[in-house]
């Protein structure tokens, strides 16, 4: 007999468009494989995860910078088509802040985590989780708020360069124009011109202490708060590998025993009472030691399937049985086990992992993903090698135009450029060495 209430459909809600989003994957697989029926609000055009046979049907999201009426809209005509009520379950930071706006209106046709309705938003925003830590006691690199492009430069200054810039809610950031949620700034002149887009980003820049990376420097906390806020599931990793490299998204990471992070969490879940899942990133200070919370996510990670127990159970599956009122089995943890994103970290996917792994794509019992994700991959790198030969051309051919130069052969891109070249469409919004993100 199955633990799980399979009567009750889930909802996967994602607002971003990137097509490589692998936590999208492992939710999917994670109900699927117990019996759920999963629907999928994302564009899934040019993913993998429209070939997977977990997938119980597609529905169109709502558009980049969607209003909450129009997310709203997107979420009634679900329901109207799937038995309900179902457990919803935002995949991105977007999503989880307009679930949480939503909540009284969504609760009649959706199963929703028990909590204020603005937590989400508060603690995805940048700026508030400075005040969320320090009122917790929560480490947290020093953070400025600047009112002006003058004191930007001044507080770069302050700070100390390189420093840290952020914009306080990078969910509102346009798709065009360049900015980037989080970027290491490295002259006073750089933070105050970053500061004159602040009208174009939509939300506040704050500057931060910056904290130079090193080893098992970057942790992450996986964790599902249930309903009397206990933290069940889930648990502490260690990013070893990530794209881009030094930062960015875990490329191959580790689940290991670190009873201080673990305090960490469950110190900042209660103190603000917090329900449901959260996906946290820390970065260990090499001078004191003491971890720094970076982010708080208000929704799965993209590495959540790395923390499955031995009983199977994941925050996911955690969440969706605590809310249809089911009990939780009991697993015992396993460190050691591995997760790796293949089109990241390929020669790694081929070692031997013998405290068990998780690929992001790859799947015995679900192969269609991870043979499209190749197929998906290739064109994709591709068209960016592509893109970039031709911009290349076109600086050239303005060059030749204004003087007279020896021709010579065409210049070979490096290794950091192809890096650059093959990142997945939607993630350029990450940074090349400053935030460690499991998004």
Request: proline residues 9%; contains cysteine; charged residues 20%.
């Amino acid at each position: 007999m199955s633990l799980f209430d399979t009567r009750v459909p889930a909802v996967l809600l994602r607002i971003d468009r990137n097509p490589f989003h692998h936590g999208t994957m492992g939710a999917v697989r994670s109900l699927g494989r117990a019996g759920v029926d999963v629907h999928v609000v994302a564009d899934c055009t040019g993913s993998p995860v429209r070939g997977s046979r977990f997938v119980r049907q597609l529905h169109p999201p709502p558009r980049p910078g969607a209003s909450p009426d129009d997310i709203a809209a997107v979420l009634r005509r679900v329901a109207a088509r799937i038995p309900h009520p179902a457990v919803l379950i935002p995949m991105d930071d977007a999503s989880a802040v307009a679930v949480g706006a939503l909540r009284e209106e969504l609760t009649p046709t959706y199963l929703l985590p028990q909590q204020p309705g603005a937590l989400a938003e508060r603690v995805a925003d940048k700026a508030e989780l400075a005040e969320v830590c320090a009122a917790a006691g929560v480490p947290h690199p020093e953070t400025l708020i600047p009112e002006s492009a003058e004191q930007a430069s001044a507080m770069a200054w302050r700070l100390g360069l390189p420093v840290v810039a952020k914009w306080s809610r990078p969910w509102l950031l346009p798709t065009e124009g360049g900015l980037r949620s989080t970027v290491v700034v490295r002259s006073t002149q750089q933070a105050r011109e970053l500061y004159l887009r602040s009208a174009e980003a939509g939300s506040r820049l704050l500057l931060q202490e910056f904290l130079p990376p090193g080893p098992d420097g970057d942790w992450f906390f996986h964790g599902y708060a249930d309903r009397s806020g206990v933290m069940r599931a889930g648990g502490p990793g260690v990013k070893e590998q990530s794209w881009p490299r030094a930062a960015g998204l875990t490329a191959v990471g580790h689940w290991r025993s670190n009873p201080r992070v673990r305090s960490l969490a469950e110190r900042l879940a209660g103190a603000l009472g917090y329900r449901g899942i959260l996906d946290l990133d820390f970065r260990r200070c090499g001078t004191t030691g003491d971890y720094h919370l970076l982010d708080f996510n208000p929704r799965p990670g993209a590495q959540f399937r790395l923390f499955t127990d031995s009983a199977g159970l994941d925050v996911v599956r955690a969440l969706h049985l605590d809310l249809t009122h089911r009990p939780l089995p009991d697993g015992t943890p396993l460190p050691g086990r591995a997760f790796v994103v293949e089109n990241y970290a390929p020669l790694t996917a081929l070692r031997p992992a013998p405290g068990g792994r998780e690929f992001a794509w790859h799947a015995a019992d679900d192969r269609g993903p991870g043979w499209a994700m190749w197929a998906l991959w290739g064109r994709h790198v591709s068209r960016r090698l592509l893109d970039r030969a031709r911009r290349m051309c076109t600086r050239r051919g303005y060059r030749e135009a204004a003087h007279v130069v020896r021709q010579g052969a065409a210049p070979v891109p490096s290794l950091t450029d192809l890096t650059e070249l093959t990142g997945p469409a939607g993630l350029s919004d990450l940074p090349g060495d400053e935030k460690a993100s499991s998004c």
